[in-house]
């Protein structure tokens, strides 16, 4: 049986879809009061508003029993008609209007600091110029992100998120490896195994307060890891970067990032037959939000670039 919801007859129009509007803002914000920051309104303001349209509808939308912010059946049967009307008169103004003037709004989008400035910086760059008034905020961290905490609309990342609220998108795909540049290996010597680390200088990045040390590797098909001793670290991927190329030491890092310096031999794999971790990027974001139409423009934006 078909899910049935309706409000009162004496509605305008206009109120009904602002409504679905606010409603919309709510899931996206992942709670009333990250919503209310967003809207800037107060937090009794929204949920005054939220318990007068549930009372219109004669449903409950959210469940405000559970411990994370979750929908009720009917919620989620609301929210998936309103998503498909509101692009809808979204599309239509926008093929009404012109789309490069009319999409409006924010993205706001974390990424992986060397990912960031050599590529996305320059995408969004030309995405800003077919959606001008769009507006964009672009958070580069090699810290691992939270999509609702952070309040991303987008996160370009090397974790799969476990939730089943997450779409992830893979990007590229790749591999972390030991590296370190031709000068620093011909004065200290070639590591021929892992544990030939512990006589080297390690250059380590720094993650969540935490100095990535403990650097994994596979021997006879077993995964095993080896504990190094930073000789410098940083929490921007970026300085780890420019100290490899400096002959500083050697490094644990993306392939996809020093890809430039592989192919042109300034920086050089290490144990490469020891290398075990698989490391792709994926663009993350909530699924609830992927029927918006600046969610689905930019999506398909970077998913061409990767074509």
Known sequence: MRAYISWGESMSA???VSDLEFFLKIVEAGSLTRAAILMESSLPSMSRRLSQLEQRLGVKLIDRNARRFKLTEKGEFFLENTQQIVSLIERMENNLQGEQEFLTGRLRIGCL???GKQYLAGWIAEFNQLYPHLKIELLLSD???DLMEQELDF?????VPLELDYCAKPLIEGKKIYCASPEYLEKFGIPLYPHDLRDHRCLCLIRNRHTFNDWPFMDMGK???IKVSPYLASDSSEIVHQWVLNGLGIAYKLNWDIQADLSSGTIIECL????????NLYMVYLANNQSQLKYIHFIDFIENKFK
């Open 14 to 16: 206009c109120d009904k």
């Open 155 to 159: 996160s370009f990342q090397i974790e």
């Open 223 to 225: 995964n095993s890891n």
């Open 143 to 145: 810290s691992k992100v």
């Open 272 to 279: 490469e037959e020891f290398n075990p971790l698989h490391k």
């Open 113 to 115: 600091n060397q990912f």
